[in-house]
Nanobody, 119 residues
Framework: QVQLVESGGGLVQPGGSLRLSCEAS????????MAWYRQAPGKQRELVAA???????NYADSVKGRFTISRDNAKNTVYLQMNSLKPEDTAVYYC?????????????WGQGTQVTVSS
């Protein structure tokens, strides 16, 4: 089971950018998909973006064109570049390593990193 540690969250003004990192405790080369989720206060956790081992990506409609997910297998790290941030992006962001190709299924989670978008 892989352990995940997120970093890079913080307070940013609307329109600003942040880059989140998710470092794994072992090689992610064989992990078929990695994903970022977020959970805002009072809301369910939702999928933000996912990336396969082959580099294919998918995004929630709410972040398309603003967020970019990437992975660096050599560094055992997955990134989430977030641009043009909006107040509604405020949430705790979690990294996930699913146990299978089914991203929404069981998997290992990080502890989360807080992102706050506010003026």
């Amino acid at each position: 089971q892989v352990q995940l540690v997120e970093s890079g969250g913080g307070l940013v003004q609307p329109g600003g950018s942040l880059r989140l990192s998710c470092e794994a405790s072992r090689s992610i080369f064989s992990i078929r998909a990695m994903a970022w989720y977020r959970q805002a206060p009072g809301k369910q956790r939702e999928l933000v973006a996912a990336i396969t081992s082959g580099g294919s990506t998918n995004y929630a409609d709410s972040v398309k064109g603003r967020f970019t997910i990437s992975r660096d297998n050599a560094k055992n790290t997955v990134y989430l570049q977030m641009n043009s941030l909006k107040p509604e992006d405020t949430a705790v962001y979690y990294c996930k390593a699913p146990y299978s190709d089914y991203v929404a299924g069981a998997g290992s989670w990080g502890q989360g990193t807080q992102v706050t978008v506010s003026s």
